[in-house]
């Protein structure tokens, strides 16, 4: 059984994740490898990208219609001498060198603005009656123009190590022709589920015996966090066989443990990790589900299976697939994406209202089950139907989380409230 610290000393849901930030930001990355752009989404960056040109490279149109000098629309209509069509990627040596004033240049969106041109003004004011254009709308200089490099200078810093690639990161990293980045190996984290009453899944349960369903959810959170996941045999509650996996578990970058962390009598996880002269940062958070949490290091030292690193961190999340489901997400995360190598985010809530009543206790930070619904700004939210954080089939019909605040019996519908997605 768990030894447990008294109730005032365990942390708020906000003290336990500073806790794991301020673990997190102390963590070296692993090593790096060479990917094709194309396989890079969602990998963690290890190496600047820097821009190999100026962004734009030249003074970019903006619009479709006609490149011209401001000060020539002072008196409107007014009309003008047609010299050129400059299209997008046009030959430099066909784009007039020089344009004075009483001179126009077709253009079209993407293409280069001719020097001495200072403004383009919209094909839509524009009226063209041969070598000549009717332009019946002022412009201010600047107008529909991008200046060379006023997105990125030659060198400048474009995405930094620990950036996540998404799509505008890719597609900057495919602007400046960087066809492999550098990235961050994905960590290992070992996944390590403990029970008497668990069993595989490819095996017929008995009548009190429950499908291993954690391992899975697991895998699937944290393959989604950027990480490789190995899933070992289920551990009994039985000191030295949950010990000789543990140890085990440990060589892997990261130790997600399951069950066993609550007050029963077979609840063995914690005493077996103190045995390996674990430290402990917190024991249990108020929140709900998942209020046994536990977040630990076992040193490294000749009487610990730690060795080739300074220290193996594992978090031991309750066994009810909720509480799992949703202590990886608080917990767990930001520890595996600062092993993958991301700099670190800060979490924060969506807010939308309420569709029906909560009621609930004081006194734990809830994240209950809901459904989030409704299209473009009218989006409301409501707790689905469960049955406690055993309750898989109510948390897969829901699409996020409400996060109740400690202090909350009562929330009426229409309030806002904030909203945690999955
Ligand atoms: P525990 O945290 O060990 O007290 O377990 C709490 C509840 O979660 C019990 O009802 C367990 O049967 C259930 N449980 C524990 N581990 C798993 C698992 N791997 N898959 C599904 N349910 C589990
Ligand atoms: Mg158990």
Redesign the pocket.
Known sequence: MAVRPEDGTIPSFEEARHLVEERAVQLLPGQTESVDLLGAAARILAEPVLADRDIPPFPRSTRDGYALRAEDLERLPATLDVIAEVRAGQNPEEIPSQMTRGQAASIMTGAPVPMGADAVVMVEYTTRQGDRVEVTRGASIGENIVPTGAEARQGALLLTVGTRLNDAAIALAASVGKSQLKVYRRPRVAVL???D??VAIDRAPGPTQ??????YSLAAQIQQAGGEPTVLPIAPDEPQRLRQLIEEGLQSDLLIL?????M?RY?LVEQVLADLRAEFFFTGAKIQPGRPVVFGRVPCGADTPVRQKPAAYFFGL????VSTMVTFELFARPMLEALAGMSPRKLAFLHARLKSEIRVKTGLKRFLPAVLSGEFENSEVELVAWQGS?DIAATARANCYIVVPPDRERIAAGEWVAVMMR
């Not at 429950?210 to 391992?215: H, M, T």
């Not at 309750?318 to 697939?321: D, Q, S």
């Open positions: 589920t403990t029970g009453e668990i429950i499908r291993n369903s954690n391992s399951t069950g066993g962390v609550s029963g609840d309750p066994g009810n697939p055993g």
